[in-house]
């Protein structure tokens, strides 16, 4: 092989390798900036849930209305978000399956993947030793990267084997 065909060779090579780290580092970055939106939604979502279900706490205990567990768990079960109550150390209620295995701290935020979703899972401590667990699909945000990324190196793959058939074919004839 001579000298230039070489230079071809590996120029089509770092070009190609360019492209697929650049691609890719745009999906991730892109995928960052949607993930820190959803973050910074489902915090105020969170926020207001706990909220509301500590002023109908208040409003109820002020009308003489005992909280016990069923009423909370009345009071969670009508909630949007997914949600899991504890008091103290006692789980109180769960609306989703696998939330009561997270007892979180107060502020906590974690990202929870089951063998089928994932969850951004935000804890508040509410008043009266409560804390107020509530959990935020994420699921599509993921497969979106996922099938976005699937994409981009079907595509990087289809312009790498476009280009080594054209160098292919510039060597041949020199």
Request: aromatic share 6%; with cysteine; glycine share 6%.
């Amino acid at each position: 092989m001579r000298y230039y065909q070489k230079l071809v060779s590996l120029l089509v090579l770092v070009l190609a390798a360019s492209f697929g780290v650049g691609g890719c580092v745009l999906l991730y970055s892109d995928f960052a900036v949607q993930r820190g939106r959803m973050a910074t939604a489902n915090a105020a979502a969170h926020a207001q849930t706990c909220t509301l279900l500590q002023t109908e706490i208040l409003d109820l205990q002020r009308r003489g209305t005992t909280m016990d567990d069923a009423a909370l768990t009345a009071r969670v079960e009508a909630r949007d978000p997914p949600a899991a109550l504890w008091r103290g150390d006692t789980l109180v209620c769960a609306t989703l399956p696998g939330l009561e295995n997270f007892s979180l701290e107060n502020g906590a935020t974690v990202t929870v993947r089951t063998e089928e979703s994932v969850y951004a899972v935000y804890a508040s401590d509410l008043q009266g030793g409560l804390r107020l667990v509530t959990a935020y699909d994420l699921t599509g945000l993921y497969r979106d990267r996922d099938a976005a990324l699937t994409r981009f190196l079907l595509l990087e793959a289809a312009v790498l084997a476009a280009a080594a058939a054209v160098t292919a074919l510039s060597l041949i004839h020199i």
